[in-house]
Structures are given as structure tokens and as C-alpha cells.
């Protein structure tokens, strides 16, 4: 690929922010308080998917009786009392490659499965909302990831072609929206382990977004 048709897109919860563990937190709170079982296998399943199909998945497991929307609530309630505070915590090397591929022009969009308003409101808190060309929510378009739709939006957006495109994923259902999408995947795993699908999936898998850094910038020899 020459330089001019390298592009970059990131997820956030668990890639960009260290929050997945917050929202686990959460519901395993939620889930001691009303008695709920299995709660911890569920979110597992929830894990890089929109508000739809969560619901969808909790539905699926618990009855259509389960009350949702109230546990949705109190769980956001409780995520915003962890963080008002002090924040988002972000992950190792986000800043770092964040800055690289800004310094070097190179087209960086996000595509997060949290609703927009959320995503652009996190991302301002953390002074990281200018680092991104296009930012694309998971509520502006019907199906989730693991479909391949959201990745393709965000290419849309941005005006480049996804396979010039590299992905930062955490999350299986976001490896195989990449994929299906026909961007090249990286995975930095965060909650879910690396499993043979994802190795197959992914062109590369690191621990962290230095390591990913290192990678592109020894895969176009240096042009960022």
C-alpha cells in the first residue's frame, strides 16, 4: 500500500478505554443485589455488540420478563459514579499511536458499538475526540458487530477503501466485523482470549497498542 492509502480504525470500549472491566463491574454489582444469575456469562456475550443486541442477548437468556431497561439504568448509573471522578482509564499506548498516526496524517477513524453520544462525550472528556477523522456509534445503524456494517459505514465516511484499512479490536464480535468487512484486523485482546477463530481472523495479535504502534510503523517502513 502506499502511504497515501493507509487508514486506521479503532474501536474503543476495551481498545481505546480500559472500561469493559468497569461495566463487568457493574453488573456483577447489579447481578448480587436481584439474585441474577449467570451474569458474568452473559456480559461475555454482550462484549463488543450495540444496545440492541444486548438486549437481545438478555432476553434470549434470562425471558422476555427480564427488566431490562431498569437494569440498563442503574448499570450506566453506577458506571458514571466510577468514573465522574477520575475518568476513563485509557489503555497502554492508546495516546501514543493515537499521536503517531495525527502526526503523520494518516486517516484515523472509530467505530465503537456505544451509542454516539456516549462515544463523543468520552472521547471529549478525555481530550482524544480530535484524534479521530469520523467517529461512528453503534445506534446509527441497525446491526452490530460481529456484522460487518459499522466497519463498513466508517470506511464510507472517511472516503477510503477498507481493504487499505487497518483495524484495533479487542473483542471477538469486533475481529469478525473487521474481517467480514474486509479491513485487515489487529487484536489487542482485552477480556476474551485469543481463540484459534481469532488467530485465523486476525493478521496480527498484540498486547497492547505500543506493540501495534511498532508493528505499522515496521509494516510501512516507518512512513508513521
Known sequence: MERSDIAVIFDMDGTIFDSE?????????????????????VFMRCIGTNKG???????????????YEKFSGESSALFREMTEKEGLPVKTGAREI???????????????STRLAVVTQELKDAGLYDCFQ????????????????????????????????????????GI???HGAGLHPIMVPD??????????????????LIQVKEYLEKKFEGSI
Not at 493515537?98 to 496524517?105: I, K, Q, T, V
Not at 485469543?194 to 498486547?207: H, K, R
Request: charged content about 25%; overall charge negative.
Open 21 to 41: 472491566r468497569l461495566v463487568l463491574d457493574c453488573w456483577k454489582m447489579l447481578g448480587e443485589k436481584y439474585g441474577i444469575p449467570d451474569i458474568e456469562e
Open 191 to 208: 477480556m476474551m482470549p485469543v481463540t484459534e477463530e481469532m488467530g485465523m481472523l486476525s493478521e496480527a495479535v498484540f498486547d497492547n
Open 176 to 178: 469478525r466485523s473487521a
Open 134 to 173: 469520523v467517529v461512528v456509534g453503534g445506534d446509527l445503524l441497525k446491526n452490530s458487530k460481529p456484522a460487518p456494517d459499522i466497519y463498513l459505514m466508517t470506511c464510507k465516511r472517511m472516503g477510503i477503501l477498507p481493504e487499505n484499512t487497518y483495524a484495533i479490536e479487542d473483542s471477538h464480535n
Open 53 to 67: 443486541r444486548t438486549k437481545e442477548i438478555v432476553y434470549g437468556h434470562y425471558g422476555k420478563d427480564f427488566p
Open 98 to 112: 493515537l499521536a503517531c498516526l495525527h502526526e503523520r496524517r494518516i486517516p484515523t477513524g472509530l467505530a465503537s
